[in-house]
């Protein structure tokens, strides 16, 4: 069992950069593929980024590719998404979640394909 707990949001001005994180309880924790997924008012959750178990595979949605960096350390038990030059269409609450298994990057996109989610971060970004 897996349990996530986000931090590291905040409220920041359009070019500036930050990080959140995902601290993982659990001591297979390198066995779970990790997404970071948004959702913003009134909008459905959104498939942000993707990191295999080993953390060299990773996936992104076009509209952050180049601006975010999705990497984990599993000696920490940790995945984190550094964002940078964000724009106010990137506010959301943001949310990691994690499964085990066998994935396609396909899989990976879909937040119904995962099994565990923490509870969010809210990231604001003022224009």
């Known amino acids: 069992q897996v349990q996530l707990v986000e931090s590291g949001g905040g409220l920041v001005q359009t070019g500036d950069s930050l990080r959140v994180s995902c601290a993982a309880s659990g001591r297979t924790f390198s066995s779970y593929a990790v997404g970071w997924f948004r959702q913003a008012p009134g909008k459905e959750r959104e498939f942000v980024a993707a990191v295999g178990g080993s953390g060299s595979i990773t996936y992104y949605v076009d509209s952050v590719k180049g601006r975010f960096t999705i990497s984990r350390d599993n000696a920490k038990n940790t995945v984190y998404l550094q964002m940078n030059n964000l724009k106010p269409e990137d506010t959301a609450v943001y949310y990691c979640?994690?499964?085990?298994?066998?994935?396609?990057?396909?899989?990976?996109?879909?937040?119904?394909?995962?099994?565990?989610w923490g509870q969010g971060t809210q990231v604001t970004v003022s224009s």
């Open positions: 979640a994690a499964r085990s298994g066998s994935y396609t990057s396909k899989i990976l996109g879909s937040a119904t394909d995962y099994t565990h």
